[in-house]
């Protein structure tokens, strides 16, 4: 009814604004991303920790901690260290992978991220993710949904995600799943506190923002995004990595 659309649109209004966070201004947070689950069949347990810094859509740097559990793949779990840096054209990310004891350094247009990423949809959780920046892994998780505010109090504004018909058909083969979660914004500046979402029973995202400080863009130093890397290391190629599902 009106009060329903009504809301819808208001949530609207604060996705925006939380959004457009990104275009404009400069901010720096701690993150989290917990994953458990099935996905393609195989059970995963995954966490993720994480330090972003970021001045507009294409400049960041991203360090992040992820470490994978997989029953199928034994008891031991993969570590993975990424340090990202996004120059406004390329990214660069230097990778070390526990399993296989080195440290990768490999680039990749933003343009062919874009075309690589564009394939996923919002609640596909794949190697891919893990090089995209924050913001983008929660605007491609709350595209999954129809949103609409549900609760407005002590300084928080909890928007409840409901999936979209698009998403519904994705998970069709687990017989009407419920798909839905909560994201919750700060009211004074809509900045991301966390968002939550389930898949059924099959599948759990749990994403949290903590100590998220917002600048002003030429408060950030003009080096922090340049990467340049050391005399003689291979550069990899991170398009045709992730296009082999690497």
């Known amino acids: 009814g009106t009060a329903q659309a009504a809301a819808d649109e208001q949530a609207t209004k604060w996705l925006e604004r939380v959004f457009g966070l990104v275009q404009d201004r400069a901010f720096q947070t701690d ?55 996004s120059d406004g054209e390329t990214l660069w990310t230097e990778t070390y992978v526990s399993a296989m004891g080195i440290t990768q350094v490999a680039k990749i247009s933003l343009s062919e991220l874009e075309e690589i990423l564009a394939d996923k949809q919002g609640l596909e959780v794949g190697q891919s993710s893990m090089y995209m920046d924050p913001m983008s892994q929660l605007e ?11 609760k407005i109090a002590e300084g928080e504004v909890r928007l409840a995600l409901s999936a979209t018909e698009a998403t519904r ?30 898949i059924g029973t099959s599948m759990t995202v749990d994403m949290r923002f903590e100590g998220f400080e917002l600048m002003a863009p030429e408060d950030v130093p003009a080096d ?16 045709q990595m992730l296009r082999a599902g690497m």
């Open 31 to 85: 993150y989290s991303v917990q994953v458990s689950g099935e996905t393609e069949g195989i059970l995963v347990d995954a966490t993720l920790q994480g330090e972003l810094l970021q001045s507009g859509a294409k400049h960041y740097t991203n360090a992040l901690r992820m470490e994978v559990k997989m029953p199928a793949m034994g008891e031991t779990p993969m570590e993975v260290t990424s340090n990202q840096v």
């Open 140 to 150: 491609m998780l709350v595209d999954a949904f129809d949103v609409s505010v549900l």
């Open 169 to 198: 058909a994705q998970f069709a083969e687990l017989e009407d799943p419920e798909i839905s979660g909560v994201l919750v914004v700060r009211e004074e500046d809509a900045v991301p506190v966390s968002i939550n979402v389930a």
């Open 224 to 239: 922090a995004f340049v990467y340049t890397p050391e005399p003689g290391v291979q550069v990899m190629d991170l398009g």
